[in-house]
């Protein structure tokens, strides 16, 4: 993405007695590492993220976007989104979080907001789904969680639905495609159903 000489590694305290809030705890260290640097936007990668379909011009793009709408919140790089809709800008969504945080960016004033706020069981990975507004992602989102099996030790069954399905890489584009064209998968399988029952009511 161009951003090797701006990134910096930071280790998280371990936690055995709670990888979950293990993961939270190196999330806002980062944010207040990046708040007390000055920064007015800090970009967090996870270390088991891996990068597809990612376009320089793009992410210009949206740089431009988010510089004319200052109010924004949150800009994911990938994640699992529930919903989305278009913008003026071809390279940006605004969407509905679903889950997962492994590169997203935050504005300074959402990451005040967050970065002090003491654990309270909120799993990392649903951080942001009570917003409804300011949360933005690439599009296409290029970023994506590796899948490693100690990501989901307390549930092995979610593990084994992942898999079968392809792997979060997959999932992602899934969940991006389909929100972005629901409206013209509901048309079809509308479609479909009448060719079926004309073709039934005919006979």
């Not at 997959?170 to 064209?181: A, N």
């Not at 048309?187 to 073709?199: E, G, H, K």
Request: charged share 25%; with cysteine.
């Amino acid at each position: 993405m161009g951003l090797a000489d701006r990134v910096e590694f930071v280790l998280g305290e371990r936690l055995p007695y709670d990888l979950e809030q293990q993961v939270y705890e190196s999330h806002m260290a980062c944010l207040r590492k990046g708040l007390e640097s000055g920064a007015q936007s800090i970009i967090i990668f996870e270390d088991d993220v891996e990068f597809d379909r990612f376009d320089t011009k793009h992410l210009i793009n949206c740089i431009n976007f988010l510089r004319q709408h200052p109010d924004w919140k949150v800009l994911l790089f990938g994640a699992l989104i529930r919903s989305s809709c278009k913008t003026d800008n071809p390279c940006v969504q605004k969407v509905r979080y679903q889950s997962l945080t492994h590169a997203y960016a935050l504005n300074r004033h959402y990451a005040q907001e967050l970065a002090y706020e003491p654990w309270k069981g909120i799993v990392n990975d649903t951080l942001f789904r009570s917003l409804t507004d300011g949360i933005y992602a690439l599009y296409p989102m290029c970023a994506f969680q590796k899948d490693f099996k100690s990501d989901n030790y307390k549930y092995p069954r979610l593990e084994r639905i992942r898999r079968l399905l392809g792997g979060l890489n997959r999932i992602q584009k899934g969940f991006e495609f389909y929100s972005r064209h629901k409206f013209g998968i509901y048309a079809v399988q509308t479609a479909v159903i009448l060719l079926v029952l004309f073709a039934f009511i005919g006979r």
